[in-house]
């Protein structure tokens, strides 16, 4: 069997059962980083994410200072969706022999830019010539106060899920670029793939003010996520479809290129927003911080009981299960799909 | 400019100027790993090495199970060149389509052999397919007290200098599977081509008891590395030709194909041994733990004024510059001088 033939849980399911975990490691495999005790004061978080050529991107689509800034913002992404404050990261490149020196400055200039705004430090790396695509894989390390760590799993019954920003609008552009339409009269969505940003600030001021009960970050699509949040905290979700943030600029796209927005919304990946859930009893504190403007985040639905799955309920009031399968059917960016994240 | 014009020190040095180290890092880009304090008590130890398929290693050649356990050993060495402790790691992978699940096992069997030899624990990852080569790129964290801490620039003129094990196996090793002669025939060879172990017992010790003054580990070749240290240390040094520590299997080896085994101890790299400098007063310590064979190390030389250079006396006595451009004309394993650690 190849890989082909076998999915990414069954996959992660199968290394989790090689390794073992300690029950010392506070984080270990399954979550958007790892938290390990190294202080007694702090946890420290690590991740690491890789885009390669090809499969990530194209070369035809984004220049080499977008890849070296969402080469980064793709792992702090995942450090902010943990509540955590990154700190310091190493850079693995594979470099074709070919590769221009231009390109390689471009990189370093779209990493040190994301790097800059976000206050880490590059300490280190391994440089690498390779015969295959190129590739850049960054590990990333923050940290956490035990008592702010936000994991999936600590989302229950009855708590509301909210999501940042808008939705569907990385994978639009991608779909833009893909199409050989004018991507400057879309260039929001376009942007948003090329150089996306992530939301360090808001999964900070979540874990600080003890709003969220679990987090994740939407790099494979709203139900994919939403599904690893359910599946680790044990609960069933339902989404109020009319509430997904959609961009202007993503339902003028829909409109011109007659595809459903919400599709997009749902299932398409890369935007790397926050899904979070939040016990009732501390909404006012999330709703004092939107109504102030601190964070710009929605109410998308509530989390019920698994058995009951993930249901949406359209502007009409009518249910509908929302099937998993639904998500590899109707996924826009493929190759995302063979990328899972332990 | 492609990236074959330009040399890794120029690269290192131009991803340096870009990203100006803080004060506040203990050790950033620029030695086997980088050090953090993330904890008032310990320094945080981060490395990251990756091996490509066809630039580190070939499926003709080594079973995927050995690129599991190599791909540890490698991270592994670099800790130990620190004086560290490791403790936990994650995992990026590319993964051609056609990847066979069976070789995948192999993999992480190879890698959970390893880690369980070291004792440090799988923490998360990352895992793409590729239309490219296969690529397993490890990141490894580990502890080290701030006083353990060895650098490769503590060292001092008239330090000695120290190697543990035998140089030059690895080389020959690779050689022996490039010819296509019969591997069994020297066995010891390939296996530490295939299945290098990394010294971290020994890297712990010379920390602990306070021995090392400045170490590094062997991965690029003696000449080389021990060129880091000099660098980042500002000594020169003079190798004792005659004591470098040449195994059987490699002087035999070299009989039979007619090679120099001493070209491949200076200059072949891979070994993953630790070269290591220890100041006169700590010589009793080093030499009683040489004596009750807790160490395998032996002295090959010492550190000399920086205008000297290297320099290396033949069992005549006589003394002979080492040019350091004699390393790249004399590189066994062309594909490793593509590879900067930073």
């Known amino acids: 069997m190849t890989m082909k033939g076998m999915g990414e849980f069954d996959?992660?399911?199968r290394i989790q059962k090689r390794f073992p975990s300690s029950e010392k490691i506070p984080v270990g495999i399954g979550d958007d980083a790892a938290a390990l005790s190294f202080s007694p004061n702090n946890l420290t978080l690590l991740t690491t994410d890789s885009l390669i050529e090809k499969t990530h991107f194209d070369r035809a689509y984004c220049t080499f200072f977008q890849v070296g800034y969402k080469a980064v913002s793709v792992n702090l992404s995942d450090i902010a969706a943990m509540g955590?404050?990154?700190?310091?990261?190493?850079?693995?490149?594979?470099?074709?022999?070919d590769i221009q020196i231009n390109d390689l400055d471009a990189l370093y200039r779209g990493i040190a830019r994301a790097s800059r705004e976000a206050g880490i430090h590059l300490v280190g790396g391994n440089t690498t010539v390779t015969q295959g695509n190129f590739f850049i894989s960054i590990t990333l390390a923050g940290e956490v106060a035990p008592k702010r760590l936000v994991r999936?799993?600590?989302a229950s019954e009855g708590d509301r899920l909210y999501v940042t920003g808008t939705l569907g609008d990385a994978a639009a552009g991608l779909a833009l670029l893909r199409s050989g339409d004018d991507p400057y009269s879309f260039s929001r969505l376009v942007h948003r793939q090329q150089s996306p940003?992530?939301?360090v600030n808001e999964g900070l001021l979540l874990a600080d003010q003890e709003i969220a009960s679990a987090m994740i970050d939407i790099s494979d699509g709203l139900t994919a996520?939403?599904?690893h949040m359910m599946k680790q905290s044990h609960v069933g979700a339902t989404l109020e479809l009319a509430q997904i943030p959609i961009s202007p600029a993503l339902k003028r796209y829909a409109l011109k290129a007659g595809v459903d927005a919400l599709d997009f919304a749902l299932y398409g990946g890369e935007d790397y927003e926050l899904l979070f859930s939040v016990p009732e009893k501390r909404l006012h504190k999330l709703e004092r911080l939107i109504g102030e403007d601190v964070i710009q985040a929605i109410q998308i639905g509530r989390l019920i009981s698994t058995r009951k799955g993930l249901v949406g309920r359209d502007d009409k009031g009518k249910l509908n299960k929302i099937s998993p399968k639904g998500y590899d059917h109707l996924r826009l960016n493929q190759e995302k799909t063979q990328s899972t994240q332990s």
Do not use: N, T, V
Request: charge should be positive; glycine fraction near 16%; hydrophobic fraction near 40%.
């Open 197 to 199: 940003m992530a939301r």
């Open 152 to 154: 999936r799993s600590g």
């Open 225 to 227: 996520d939403l599904g």
């Open 11 to 13: 996959f992660i399911e």
């Open 84 to 97: 955590g404050r990154p700190r310091y990261f190493l850079i693995s490149l594979g470099l074709p022999p």
